[in-house]
């Protein structure tokens, strides 16, 4: 709930009293968007059980809710889903060992499958200067740069919109009543 936390807050700020003709400020959310998965809203805080598979397809639904909601409600920026993949990195050391076996087979099958972040940084900072993203607020990237369809699931309106009631309320119950929205 951290980013939507943040991107609220930032929403809601950046784009007040902009100079006429400026560009809108733009947000970007790395989340892993699109795919076609569904809210079990029965548990969305794996309060009940957690299985990482779930918790993580929860966290994607509510990562591109924001951005679908955050670009309808805030037309003053433009925020965008960005879906990278897999990522070749050192992120599991602290898990697996610093030098282990373990990690470096870990980081070997990765690095044949996947893009390192240096590859990925290569195609994605491109796309996020590219001046025809002005006025494309709510649409979403894969790893390559390319254009991703929204989860259908989130689609619908009343999907999209209980899923932002349950963040809301999520938050709310975890923060003080000082972010605006």
């Not at 690095?111 to 796309?127: C, D, H, N, R, V």
Request: glycine share 10%; charged share 20%.
């Amino acid at each position: 709930m951290s980013r939507w936390v943040v991107v609220r807050e930032l929403a809601g700020r950046l784009g007040r009293e902009r100079p006429p003709g400026s560009k809108k400020p733009r947000i970007f959310v790395w989340g892993f968007p699109g795919g076609e998965r569904a809210l079990d809203f029965t548990d969305v805080q794996s309060a009940k059980s957690y299985r990482w598979t779930t918790a993580h397809g929860n966290t994607v639904i509510f990562n591109e809710a924001l951005v679908r909601d955050t670009a309808t409600k805030f037309p003053e920026v433009d925020v965008f889903g960005m879906n990278p993949g897999i990522i070749k990195t050192n992120i599991m050391a602290g898990v697996l060992g610093g030098g282990s076996l373990r990690l470096r087979l870990q980081q070997s099958v990765v690095g044949m499958l996947f893009q390192s972040a240096e590859t990925y940084a290569q195609k994605i900072l491109p796309l996020v200067v590219r001046p025809d993203l002005e006025g494309r607020s709510g649409a979403l990237f894969n790893r390559h740069a390319k254009p991703i369809l929204s989860n259908p699931w989130l689609g619908t309106n009343s999907n999209c919109d209980k899923v932002v009631e349950a963040a809301e309320t999520i938050v709310a119950s975890v923060l003080p009543p000082v972010i605006s929205h």
